[in-house]
């Protein structure tokens, strides 16, 4: 498979999962119809990275990592770290390492967006991200100026979102029971300068129902941090799809399914990249205080 084969594959989206756990919250706004929900939990959350059963094309025979996201509220935007750790085993008995940083900002009215993706490969750069994207107004197009890999402006339309800001429209679109939503998302990384994200949500189950599910199973019985943290919430089944503009049919370039709940945790991640699947199992959730401000 080799070691280019590898890097494709993960800097597509940026960093994989600070599309999926970082939620903005929804500024508590007065007379907002979603304020019976939970607030947003700021958390570390800590994932175990294998190869996902049944996805494999044969191209990778073995996954073992671990995955780290940060998020936490500051009084002026969303603060968001990660870090993934994976060492990847390909059918001829290859071994990489492959080292994967992010790190990014993003204001709560969804106008203003920084971030930082670094990867390393067997301890060697080999992908690097780094720019800045701007709306002047919620309904003006913005601009993205990009300094790493390459500087680059580019023309955002209006109604494109941000990661964090993504995830708040697809948490509420959930909780008002939609099942298919479609919108357009830069995260820096998007070859087609941004992407075209399908997703499609299924019916919300309490995590006691889940719960009970799962024992019957005989699964593993989740750390307490996370069973504090997930605790009597409505979750839903997400399947995300990542298209670039110039291939908004057929095959996307990147999937992720998870469990979604109602406070913003994800859990039971499948990361599919076409020639293999990683399974990102949450195993510890260090919940933060939220800023006074």
Not at 1 to 28: E, K
Not at 48 to 68: C, E, F, P, W, Y
Not at 99 to 120: C, K, L, N, P, T
């Amino acid at each position: 498979m080799g070691r280019q084969y590898m890097h494709q594959f993960w800097t597509r989206p940026m960093a994989i999962g600070i599309l999926v756990a970082l939620l903005a919250p929804s500024n508590g706004l007065p007379g907002n119809a979603l304020t019976a929900h939970p607030a947003m939990l700021p958390h570390r959350a800590i994932y175990k990275i294998s190869l996902a059963t049944g996805h494999n094309r044969g191209q990778v025979s073995n996954v073992d990592g671990r995955m780290v996201t940060d998020w936490e509220t500051t009084c002026d935007g969303i603060v968001s770290e990660q870090r993934i750790v994976t060492d990847m085993v390909d059918e001829a008995g290859e071994q990489s390492l492959s080292d994967i940083s992010a790190s990014s900002w993003e204001s709560y009215d969804g106008q203003h967006f920084r971030f930082v993706m670094r990867q390393r490969l067997d301890g060697k750069l080999v992908a690097e991200y780094d720019g800045v994207a701007d709306f002047s107004s919620a309904l003006a197009p913005g601009t993205a100026k990009l300094r790493k890999p390459e500087e680059k402006e580019v023309t955002l339309p209006p109604g494109v979102l941000f990661p964090s800001g993504y995830m708040q429209f697809l948490l509420d679109a959930a909780r008002r029971g939609e099942r298919n939503v479609v919108r357009q998302v830069f995260d820096g990384t998007s070859e087609s300068d941004y992407y075209q994200v399908v997703s499609a949500i299924g019916a919300g189950t309490s995590s006691k129902a889940a719960s009970h599910e799962e024992m019957s199973a005989k699964q593993k019985e989740p750390d307490k941090s996370v069973q504090k943290a997930i605790s009597g919430l409505t979750w839903w089944p997400v399947q995300v799809s990542y298209y670039s503009l110039e291939q908004n049919e057929g095959m996307p370039e990147f999937e992720m399914a998870f469990k979604l709940y109602d406070n913003g945790v994800s859990a039971d991640m499948t990361l599919d990249y076409g020639a293999f699947a990683l399974l990102a199992t949450l195993q510890r959730i260090d919940a933060y205080k939220a800023p006074d401000c």
